[in-house]
């Protein structure tokens, strides 16, 4: 079955450690994103890649770094630098086309990081 | 900037009665919309799109949308909730090029 994976789906870190999630995909797409979920605020992007070994910060891109050296991969480290990291994280992918079209996006199961 | 707003953060709807969420974009004259739905813990499923054409939407388990260019609404519908619709719907518009911009979702809650 295609789809996203993300993991762990649960995840625990002490405060000042960077911590790495998971995302892979096998939907043949080429645009991946990053989203943090908090209570009450919807999601908010992180990071996106339209290609492969680019990618661009979203509203929220501090305290963050992604790579994309594969299609199939986009992980998200949350380093010690970003001052609230406890949330649920969303990844998804889309396909993409010309300039002006927005296609739906596909989401993974999310993790949830606490930092204590 | 591009903006989606879901004015109510809960509402309550009787088993077997008719839904409506409402859902307001502020960007473009015709904008690229969707509804989602996350169940608790999970992840968000696409229950339907509008990109143009019939302003009337079907989507997958029995819900609809009406995207109306005059009030810069697209709200989602279901003629009777069942207790599995249960969970947080988000309303999301494009926010540029290959971006959405979300909502901060409503969450409902069937009573028997």
């Known amino acids: 079955d295609g789809g996203i994976t993300q993991s762990p789906k649960y995840l625990f870190r002490k405060e000042g450690q960077n911590v790495t999630l998971s995302c892979e995909q096998n939907l043949n797409h080429d645009a991946m994103y990053w989203y943090r979920q908090d209570p009450g605020q919807g999601l908010r992007l992180i990071y996106y890649s339209q290609i492969v070994n680019d990618f661009q910060k979203g509203d929220i891109a501090e305290g963050y770094s992604v790579s994309r050296e594969k299609k199939e991969s986009f992980p998200l480290t949350v380093t010690s630098a970003q001052k609230n990291p406890t949330a649920f994280y969303l990844c998804?992918?889309?396909?993409?086309?010309?300039?002006?079209?927005?296609?739906?996006?596909?989401f993974g199961p999310g993790t949830r990081l606490t930092v204590t | 900037a591009q903006s989606v707003t879901q004015p109510d953060i809960h509402i309550t709807v009787s088993e077997g009665a008719s839904l409506e969420l409402r859902c307001n974009y502020s960007y473009g004259a015709t904008p690229y919309l969707f509804w989602y739905v996350q169940s608790p813990g999970q992840g968000l499923q696409l229950l339907l799109k509008y990109f143009s054409g019939d302003t009337l939407v079907q989507g997958i388990k029995g819900f609809e949308a009406e995207f109306k260019r005059s009030q810069s609404s697209f709200n989602l519908r279901k003629p009777s909730v069942h207790w599995s619709d249960a969970a947080e719907y988000f309303c999301?518009?494009?926010?540029?090029?290959?971006?959405?911009?979300f909502g901060t979702g409503t969450r409902l809650l069937v009573s028997p």
């Open positions: 998804a992918s889309s396909t993409t086309g010309t300039s002006g079209s927005v296609y739906e996006q596909y």
């Open positions: 999301a518009s494009e926010g540029g090029f290959q971006k959405l911009v």
